[in-house]
C-alpha cells in the first residue's frame, strides 16, 4: 500500500521565499503542502488546522521572536518534526535551534534539493546540517556590543528602567535611549522584551 505523503507547513515571513519553497514541496512525491504564513499568530493557528508532521521553520517572523516559537511548538506538538531553513546567517540560530530540538538547518542559498534533503531526513527522525560556517559557530550576537551596551542590556534583564538606568550609572536618560537604540540595531530586535529575551537565551545556553 503506498504510503500517504507527510503533511508539510511553510513558515516563512518573506512572502517570494515562501512561494519558491512552497512549489518545492509540491513537486515532491512523498511530502503535501499544507499551508504557509508569515506571523506566529497565523503559525499556531496553522499548526493546530493541520496538524503538520514537518514544519520547514524561517526562524524570523513579524510579530514573536523565532526561538521563543520554536521552544512553543517542542512544548505544544512534541511530535512535530521541524526543520529551520533560514535566511538569517547568525550562528547564534543555529545553537539555539539544535539546543531546541530542531531536527535540520539550512540556508535559503541552498539548492531545491536542500529543502528535499531537511524533509526526507526530518521524517526519518534524523538531523540534518547540509549549510553551516563552521568559522563563526562560536560568535555571539552579544559579541558586537560595547561594554556600556551590554552593561545596559544586564540592566534591562534585572528590570530596570530607562530612568533608573539614567540615575545609577549617571548618563543622562536621553544617553540611556541613544545607546539603547543603538543596542536593538546591532541584536536586530523591536524593542526590550526582544532584547532582553535574546540576552536570556544567549546566557542560558552558555550557562
Known sequence: MKAVP???LVAERNPIVATAVAATVDGLTDFRLVGCCGSASDYYCAV????????????????????RVLARTRADWPDVKIAVFTGDTDPFILKQAIRLGAHGFAHHSEDRRTIELLLVEAQRGRMSIPWINMRHLDDSPLASLTN?????????AEGWT????????????NTVK???????????VRNRAMAVALFSTERNLHG
Open 48 to 67: 493546530v488546522q493541520h496538524q503538520p508532521h514537518i514544519i520547514l521553520f524561517g526562524w524570523n517572523f513579524e510579530d514573536e521572536q523565532g526561538g
Open 6 to 8: 507527510a503533511r508539510v
Open 178 to 188: 541613544y545607546h539603547l537604540k543603538n543596542l536593538y540595531d546591532k541584536l536586530d
Open 148 to 156: 556600556r551596551e551590554r552593561e545596559l542590556l544586564e540592566k534591562l
Open 162 to 173: 530607562n530612568q533608573q538606568i539614567a540615575t545609577r550609572t549617571g548618563i543622562s536618560e
